[in-house]
């Protein structure tokens, strides 16, 4: 079966962007897009996030949807035995894949300065611990 010009764009980008999120994100085991999301543009897309759940869902949800350029964000669990999050973006300034790594960037970082953060206060308040 010969493959259309759509399904050649939407393989190769599926390729040279989720790929490349999925090995960016080590803790993140699988990323696809929903079939048939490509003909809404670039700008909108369902990804679909294996082992996922309202932790992950909710947290980039509430990074993403205070983006200027995110027209809508927002994220289901389609099943509660299945191990899915579906999380939808669109935009009509970005591409939605741009905007997902921007916020999975914006996450981490966030994770990262809350980790420091408590570090910190517990070394502090073990220090003071300690001279009590």
């Known amino acids: 079966m010969a493959r259309g010009r759509g399904e050649e764009h939407s393989n190769q980008w599926k390729q040279n962007t989720l790929v490349e999120t999925s090995a960016r994100y080590r803790y993140i085991d699988d990323v696809t897009t929903l079939a048939g999301d490509e003909k809404n543009g670039e700008g909108s897309r369902t990804f679909v996030f294996t082992n ?75 220090a003071m611990k300690v001279e009590n």
Do not use: W
């Open 52 to 126: 996922e759940g309202h932790t992950l869902g909710n947290a980039l949800k509430t990074i993403i949807a205070r983006y200027p350029e995110v027209d809508f964000c927002g994220y289901t669990i389609p099943h509660p035995t299945e191990q899915k999050l579906h999380f939808r973006i669109q935009s009509r300034r970005d591409r939605a894949i741009d905007i997902l790594k921007r916020g999975l960037e914006d996450l981490e970082g966030l994770c990262d300065h809350t980790i420091v953060t408590f570090e910190k206060e517990m070394a502090e308040f073990n």
